[in-house]
């Protein structure tokens, strides 16, 4: 079996090095990788405990502060680099992360002497960098072709975004689904601890209420006032259950206003954006979660509660077909619909033995098919396999 060694791009554009990603990285070092992390972006707050890890585990990682830049200069000076890290470490596997990481990579394992492997993660449309195309499938057709061309494989995170990959174009063999991965270990630490000083306040605010969850950016795809229209609808029903919404984004003040328009200033909080540890803390203690996206290619808003025990109603986006069994984990509804929304959030909140009992389904759901250690096993026999050809 050939040594696999992989240059591993673990930032996202705009975000900087990632907790998932560093995970991914983690696990497969301990299974006897050799990785290389490369991450741009800027490091701050938690991130810098991820390149701690990173370091006690032995794995070397580099910050390249200008990865993701689209300056020409920057991207030559990245190629050139990326080059020689693949020619030093003898690279046989490069895993990418996002298109910018595409075209470095392109340009520099045509520049090193080193026959390469070559795979990306599909973690979302980038059609919104092409808001002035008319048609922006155009802009997907292309990349596929580019995709055929150039990778090996390419890891939609669904079997959703699977078709919509197959649809615009993507070869069906180079097309793998891999999931995004949990570490339920870390998840379960991070639940067990104490609340902070600022997470008591929120808890504060709610009261001793029950509380329902939707954790996610407060853009327009997210569907946050398909949720607070449903909530609308319930208001005779909610003296004893309260909303919580995690995340901030582009839409907070216009959303804080709509919810008061519809009556609910005393039934919504609106947290903004938290650290991690907290947000997971907040799912622990809730009574279940809400997803009303338009559109998700994954969506941890939907499987980070399930991981903690707590069924799920969602629209169908993401991995909801694959994971989600109505009644038995949670329930799908279809998007844009309050009022069926609604009725199952109704349900769920009069049903209470039974939200325990799908809880606990939710939980063994997950954990069979969503861990670091299955996603990684996936990993290494894809990458073993191709090794071999």
């Known amino acids: 079996m050939n040594k696999i060694n992989i240059l591993y791009f673990s930032s996202s554009r705009g975000i900087g090095i990632t907790y998932h990603l560093t995970e991914y990285i983690q696990v497969l070092k301990r299974k006897g990788v050799n990785i290389i992390a490369v991450y741009g972006g800027p490091i701050e707050g938690k991130q810098f405990d991820l390149i701690k890890s990173l370091n006690e585990n032995n794995i070397i990682n580099l910050h390249i502060p200008q990865l993701e830049s689209i300056n020409p200069v920057h991207i030559i000076k990245n190629i050139i680099f990326i080059a020689r890290l693949i020619d030093e470490n003898d690279v046989n596997i490069i895993q990418c992360q996002g298109n910018i990481n595409l075209i470095i990579t392109f340009f520099a394992t045509k520049v090193s002497n080193k026959k390469t492997r070559k795979f990306t993660y599909f ?12 048609n922006q499938n155009i802009i997907l057709h292309i990349l596929m072709v580019f995709y055929n061309y150039f990778l090996d494989c390419v890891f939609p995170v669904s079997n959703q975004t699977r078709k919509s990959l197959l649809d615009a174009g993507l070869n069906h063999e180079k097309a793998v689904v891999i999931h995004n991965g949990l570490d339920f270990v870390k998840i379960n630490k991070f639940k067990s601890k104490n609340l902070n000083k600022d997470e008591k306040k929120i808890l504060d ?7 329902v969850i939707y954790a996610a950016q407060l853009e327009e795809h997210k569907g946050h006032k398909i949720l607070l229209n449903s909530f609308k609808l319930l208001s005779n029903h909610l003296k004893d259950v309260k909303l919580v919404i995690v995340g901030d984004g582009s839409l907070r003040d216009e959303l804080i206003s709509f919810s008061v328009d519809c009556g609910l200033e005393e039934v919504v909080n609106f947290t903004g954006k938290l650290e991690y540890e907290t947000t997971i803390k907040l799912m622990s203690k809730s009574y279940f979660a809400v997803v009303s996206s338009f559109s998700e290619t994954f969506c941890h808003a939907m499987i980070e509660p399930m991981a903690l025990g707590k069924p799920v109603i969602t629209t169908n986006v993401g991995v909801a077909e694959e994971t989600i069994y109505d009644g038995y984990n949670g329930f799908i509804v279809p998007v844009g619909d309050s009022y069926e929304m609604s009725k199952k959030i109704n349900y769920l909140i009069e049903n209470p033995i ?3 009992k799908m809880g606990a389904n939710a939980k063994k759901t997950v954990e069979k098919k969503f861990s670091n250690e299955v996603i990684s096993e996936k990993l290494l026999k894809i990458y073993n396999e191709l090794l071999k050809t």
């Open 123 to 134: 973690h979302s449309f980038p059609l919104n960098y092409f808001k002035n195309i008319n």
């Open 354 to 356: 039974i939200t325990e």
């Open 205 to 211: 605010r709610i009261g001793n209420k029950k509380y």
